[in-house]
């Protein structure tokens, strides 16, 4: 290990531990006083080495919850204890966010989907249940001493993602530590290391007992990881991601219809990544899940909708439609929130829209449907679709790109004049049955769907106009020739 390294990330951790130093040195001295031990630990030790803590604090401790509590009155600004189940209260002093754990021995029973929860005796024992060297870390209080039993110093300035005990074993404790170590190459851009790889492989189908709720959790944080595709590869070449996304792989067996790359599998991850890089773009920056999770599922449809034609031209009609009803059954699976659902399962809908715009024959008013229909998600649609470009023919290349921006600033034209993400008619329900003299019902809705695909097709119309269009659509009802006929 080049000492250089080594320094360095000591260095870090120092500075680190030095401006937390009114935690740290607080907590610890109310625990020692109280008989009771208390270290800094985990992902907490972790990230001060990487020289990268936040304001969220980790620790553990000899003390019971409640004993916790206890000595947290008077010192905290705020306590909770929503995590009491798992032996964990939460504190608030300042700006600090603190999470105080006792100590903890978790075990998993062969087919449980939830660890039964037993407390440790001993930093060590705490430290070797941990899911990883790198946060198998603590830092003793008061004193800063640094606890490091398995080499989680020398694997962290490695590089390297490494159980503390054999992964056979720790897998088996928790089987979501398999999606976790995946979760952590996406995170830091660490490789695993081979004995942890292979025993993920042999066992990827325990992951089959954890709760969709914590395997989702884990899955949004590894898309949002800084090297998502290093971590999806990991799911897939150990068949993880047969159980928890198994639309990801099948996209191996698959060409896509421009044969521009070996498979949709890799032009897929060149998508996400394309769409990472073009997250600036999004009024709040990046990382944004719904963008990144609709880059990777935008062509999950093409292997149910592959059709060999003659000539060998291979095609997948409707892929987009078929990848959307696709995307959101997987979403629903994983108790995704119905808002995300929706979300990607439409930019997942709408992707291969552009790619009839050609080099702007779109009307004004196929403009405003593009708008109309992507709504909220415009921007992250944008995205998408330029990402979704990966042809190595530059000049190709060239002209959508030049193509899109041609749409977009007719978009933005049309918006100055409009409000495109919001059209509505020129006539509200209440002036369509006024006018029509009619009740509220379906034929209402009918008539205002009327009204907004013309105002999609003329542009905005003052009231007049949209009354006469009114009346004309409506003679032409068969509820209006019942009634005439009546009279």
Request: contains cysteine; hydrophobic residues 40%; charged residues 30%.
């Amino acid at each position: 290990m080049p000492k250089d390294r080594l320094s360095e990330a000591q260095r870090r951790g120092v500075r680190e531990l030095l401006r937390i130093t009114p935690v740290i040195d607080e907590l610890g001295a109310r625990f020692r006083a109280a008989g009771e031990e208390i270290a800094l630990v985990g992902g907490s030790v972790r990230d001060a080495l990487l020289g990268r803590l936040g304001t969220d604090l980790d620790f553990t401790t000899s003390a019971p919850p409640e004993r916790v509590e206890r000595l947290l009155a008077g010192w905290a600004d705020a306590t909770w204890d929503i995590g009491r189940a798992f032996g964990t209260i939460g504190a608030r002093k300042g700006d600090w966010s603190v999470e105080i754990t006792t100590y903890r021995s978790d075990v998993y029973e062969p087919d449980s989907r939830k660890p039964e929860v037993t407390y440790g005796d001993s930093l060590e024992g705490d430290l070797a249940r941990r899911d990883f060297t790198i946060n198998a870390l603590a830092v003793r209080l008061p004193d800063r001493v640094f606890v490091d039993p398995y080499g989680g110093l020398t694997d962290l300035v490695a590089g390297v993602i490494r159980t503390p005990g054999r992964p056979e074993d720790s897998f088996n404790d928790d089987p979501l530590r398999m999606l976790r170590a995946a979760r952590f190459a996406s995170k830091l851009g660490f490789a695993v290391a081979p004995e942890v790889v292979d025993a993920m492989r042999r066992m990827a189908d325990r992951i089959t007992i954890v709760s969709a709720e914590r395997i989702r959790d884990e899955l949004v944080k590894l898309i949002l990881g800084d090297h998502p595709r290093a971590g999806l590869e990991l799911l897939v070449d150990t068949g993880l991601a047969d159980h928890i996304l198994p639309e990801l792989p099948k996209l191996r067996l698959e060409v896509d219809e421009h044969h521009r790359h070996k498979d949709v599998y890799e032009h897929t991850l060149t998508v996400l990544e394309q769409a990472i890089a073009l997250e600036h773009r999004l009024p709040g920056g990046g990382p944004d899940f719904i963008t990144r999770f609709a880059a990777l599922m935008h062509d999950v449809g093409k292997p149910k909708t592959r059709r060999f034609e003659p000539g060998g031209k291979v095609t997948f009609h409707h892929h987009e439609v078929v990848g959307a009803k696709m995307t959101a059954k997987r979403m629903r699976a994983l108790r995704f929130p119905t808002d995300q659902i929706e979300a990607v399962s439409r930019l997942v809908e709408l992707h291969l829209r552009f790619h009839g715009y050609g080099t702007g024959e779109w009307t004004d008013s196929a403009v405003r449907r593009y708008a109309r229909d992507a709504g909220p998600l415009l921007d992250r649609l944008h995205i998408v679709t330029r990402a979704d470009c990966t042809t190595r023919n530059r000049r190709k290349a060239a002209a959508l790109q030049r193509a899109y921006d041609h749409l977009e600033e007719r978009i933005e034209r049309l918006a100055a004049e409009e409000e495109l993400r919001n059209i509505r008619p020129d006539l509200d329900g209440n002036e369509i049955m006024e006018i029509l003299g009619i009740q509220p019902g379906p034929l209402v809705g009918r008539a205002w769907k009327h009204l907004l695909e013309f105002r999609l097709d003329k542009g905005p119309q003052d009231k007049e106009t949209a009354r006469e269009e009114l009346l004309r659509w409506w003679r032409e009802q068969p509820e209006y020739q019942e009634a005439h006929d009546q009279r």
